[in-house]
Protein backbone atom coordinates (compact mmCIF):
# COMPACT_ATOMS: atom_id res chain seq x y z
CA UNK A 1 0.00 0.00 0.00
CA UNK A 2 1.39 3.00 -0.81
CA UNK A 3 0.39 6.82 -0.88
CA UNK A 4 2.02 9.43 -3.12
CA UNK A 5 1.42 12.59 -2.30
CA UNK A 6 1.75 15.37 -4.50
CA UNK A 7 1.33 19.43 -5.83
CA UNK A 8 2.83 21.54 -3.10
CA UNK A 9 5.36 24.16 -3.47
CA UNK A 10 5.70 28.22 -3.01
CA UNK A 11 3.41 30.98 -3.39
CA UNK A 12 2.48 33.98 -2.25
CA UNK A 13 -0.72 35.01 0.43
CA UNK A 14 -3.76 34.97 -1.21
CA UNK A 15 -2.76 32.14 -4.13
CA UNK A 16 -4.31 28.84 -4.63
CA UNK A 17 -3.13 25.37 -4.62
CA UNK A 18 -3.86 21.70 -5.48
CA UNK A 19 -2.65 18.65 -3.80
CA UNK A 20 -2.99 15.24 -4.84
CA UNK A 21 -2.78 11.67 -3.10
CA UNK A 22 -2.39 8.73 -5.32
CA UNK A 23 -2.98 5.42 -3.19
CA UNK A 24 -1.74 2.14 -4.94
CA UNK A 25 -2.39 -1.36 -4.08
CA UNK A 26 -5.38 -1.21 -2.61
CA UNK A 27 -8.96 0.79 -3.47
CA UNK A 28 -9.56 2.55 -0.90
CA UNK A 29 -12.86 3.57 -1.82
CA UNK A 30 -14.50 2.58 1.32
CA UNK A 31 -12.81 3.93 3.35
CA UNK A 32 -12.11 7.60 5.00
CA UNK A 33 -9.12 9.79 3.91
CA UNK A 34 -7.97 12.73 5.35
CA UNK A 35 -5.34 15.39 5.02
CA UNK A 36 -3.19 16.48 7.62
CA UNK A 37 -0.44 18.84 8.41
CA UNK A 38 2.75 19.49 10.03
CA UNK A 39 4.28 22.67 10.57
CA UNK A 40 8.03 23.33 12.01
CA UNK A 41 8.15 22.48 15.76
CA UNK A 42 4.35 21.62 16.03
CA UNK A 43 2.57 18.80 16.05
CA UNK A 44 0.70 17.01 13.67
CA UNK A 45 -2.57 18.35 13.19
CA UNK A 46 -5.98 17.41 10.92
CA UNK A 47 -6.62 19.20 8.05
CA UNK A 48 -9.80 17.71 6.45
CA UNK A 49 -11.00 14.30 5.92
CA UNK A 50 -13.70 12.68 3.10
CA UNK A 51 -16.07 10.22 3.25
CA UNK A 52 -15.47 6.40 1.10
CA UNK A 53 -18.11 7.83 -0.86
CA UNK A 54 -17.18 11.65 -0.79
CA UNK A 55 -20.51 12.65 0.74
CA UNK A 56 -19.52 13.66 3.89
CA UNK A 57 -16.85 16.32 4.56
CA UNK A 58 -15.03 17.92 7.52
CA UNK A 59 -12.70 20.15 8.24
CA UNK A 60 -10.51 22.22 10.60
CA UNK A 61 -11.95 25.35 11.43
CA UNK A 62 -8.63 26.94 10.29
CA UNK A 63 -9.20 26.26 7.05
CA UNK A 64 -12.83 26.18 6.47
CA UNK A 65 -14.45 28.05 3.74
CA UNK A 66 -10.91 28.21 1.86
CA UNK A 67 -10.16 24.21 1.77
CA UNK A 68 -12.05 21.67 -0.16
CA UNK A 69 -11.55 17.97 -0.22
CA UNK A 70 -12.46 15.29 -2.62
CA UNK A 71 -12.35 12.25 -4.35
CA UNK A 72 -12.04 10.13 -7.59
CA UNK A 73 -12.12 6.86 -6.45
CA UNK A 74 -11.89 5.49 -9.90
CA UNK A 75 -8.35 7.25 -9.72
CA UNK A 76 -8.22 6.51 -6.12
CA UNK A 77 -6.77 9.74 -5.74
CA UNK A 78 -7.91 12.66 -3.02
CA UNK A 79 -7.29 16.09 -3.72
CA UNK A 80 -6.79 19.42 -1.58
CA UNK A 81 -7.82 22.13 -3.27
CA UNK A 82 -6.53 25.03 -1.07
CA UNK A 83 -7.65 28.84 -1.80
CA UNK A 84 -7.08 32.05 -0.27
CA UNK A 85 -3.65 30.46 1.15
CA UNK A 86 -1.97 32.23 4.37
CA UNK A 87 1.25 32.37 5.93
CA UNK A 88 0.26 30.18 8.52
CA UNK A 89 -0.83 27.33 6.17
CA UNK A 90 2.70 26.62 5.71
CA UNK A 91 3.27 22.84 6.92
CA UNK A 92 4.27 19.58 5.26
CA UNK A 93 0.89 18.20 4.20
CA UNK A 94 -0.26 14.71 4.61
CA UNK A 95 -2.45 12.60 3.32
CA UNK A 96 -3.69 9.19 5.01
CA UNK A 97 -6.13 6.38 4.89
CA UNK A 98 -8.17 6.09 8.21
CA UNK A 99 -8.95 2.37 9.56
CA UNK A 100 -13.38 2.23 9.91
CA UNK A 101 -15.31 3.55 12.87
CA UNK A 102 -13.91 6.13 15.26
CA UNK A 103 -13.38 10.31 14.70
CA UNK A 104 -12.47 11.91 11.69
CA UNK A 105 -9.79 14.27 13.28
CA UNK A 106 -8.36 11.53 15.44
CA UNK A 107 -4.77 11.01 13.88
CA UNK A 108 -4.64 7.54 15.55
CA UNK A 109 -7.32 6.31 13.48
CA UNK A 110 -5.09 6.37 9.92
CA UNK A 111 -3.32 4.13 9.56
CA UNK A 112 -1.54 4.36 6.00
CA UNK A 113 -0.03 7.74 5.35
CA UNK A 114 1.65 9.50 2.21
CA UNK A 115 5.46 11.13 2.21
CA UNK A 116 4.35 14.62 2.38
CA UNK A 117 4.61 17.34 0.51
CA UNK A 118 5.98 20.77 1.37
CA UNK A 119 3.35 23.79 1.13
CA UNK A 120 5.23 27.42 2.07
CA UNK A 121 3.58 30.32 1.83
CA UNK A 122 5.00 33.84 1.78
CA UNK A 123 3.35 37.25 2.88
Known amino acids: VQLQASGGGLVQAGDSLRLSCAAS????????MGWFRQAPGKEREFVAA????????NYADSVKGRFTISRDNAKNTVYLQMNSLKPEDTAVYYC?????????????????WGQGTQVTVSS
Open 50 to 57: ISGSGVTR
Open 25 to 32: GRTFSSYR
Open 96 to 112: AVASPGGSYYDISRYNY
